[in-house]
Each structure stands twice: as structure tokens, then as C-alpha cells.
């Protein structure tokens, strides 16, 4: 079981920068693949980043390369999500996420558990 529990997340003008963190209980941080993702109003949660246990390998949606950095630290058993350059766009409800038995959490279907969402909102 792992619990996972979100900070971070506002409104912001565009060009801002914002960190959002996900700090995880229950133990199983360290064998987990974490990911954030995001749902605008209106549309589907997609996907935006992941990362490997040891945090040697991440993905990221073109939307994002670039701009966000996924990181994590599993001492602190946190994820995090640096999100520079920010755009009206990615104004969405953010949500962190643990996958197990994968090496990058990439899809939705593949999360086992969820955060409790933040919003972001970045004006033009």
C-alpha cells in the first residue's frame, strides 16, 4: 500500500516557474516507478513525466521536454516535478503517480496509485 500526498501547485503568470512534490508512505517508495500526470478541464488525463526507481531514467511528453524535470529523492521518498517556462496550456489538475514491475511509468494504465491532484493554473 502506498499513500501518496501532493504539495505545491497555484496560479502563476506564464513564463513562471513552479515545483510541485508528492511524498509517498507505506514503504514501497523505493521499488516504485512514479510519474505525474495532468487533466485539463474538459479532456483525459495524459501523461507528462516519469521516472525509474533509481531515477537514472525518466520520460517526458513532448509537450513538456524541456521545460519540466522530473526528479526524485528516495531517502526523502518524495518525487518531484520542476516545471520552468510555463505556458496558459499546461493549466491542469496535476496528479502524482506509483507504478510497480515497470521500468518508466509512461500510461495511465499502468498506475497502481494515485495523488490528490493540485491545480495549476498559469495565465496569459
Known amino acids: 500500500q502506498v499513500q501518496l500526498v501532493q504539495s505545491g501547485g497555484g496560479l502563476l503568470q506564464a513564463g513562471g516557474s513552479l515545483t510541485l512534490s508528492c511524498a509517498a508512505s507505506?514503504?514501497?517508495?523505493?521499488?516504485?516507478?512514479m510519474g505525474w500526470f495532468r487533466q485539463a478541464s474538459g479532456k483525459e488525463r495524459e501523461f507528462v513525466a516519469g521516472i525509474s526507481m533509481s531515477g537514472r531514467s525518466t520520460e517526458y511528453a513532448d509537450s513538456v521536454k524541456g521545460r519540466f524535470t522530473i526528479s526524485r529523492d528516495n531517502a526523502k521518498n518524495t518525487v518531484y516535478l520542476q516545471m520552468n517556462s510555463l505556458k496558459p496550456e499546461d493549466t491542469a489538475v496535476y496528479y502524482c503517480?506509483?507504478?510497480?514491475?515497470?521500468?518508466?511509468?509512461?500510461?495511465?494504465?499502468?498506475?497502481?496509485?494515485w495523488g490528490q491532484g493540485t491545480q495549476v493554473t498559469v495565465s496569459s
Open positions: 503517480a506509483a507504478a510497480f514491475g515497470i521500468v518508466v511509468l509512461t500510461s495511465h494504465r499502468q498506475v497502481r496509485y
Open positions: 507505506g514503504g514501497a517508495f523505493s521499488i516504485a516507478t
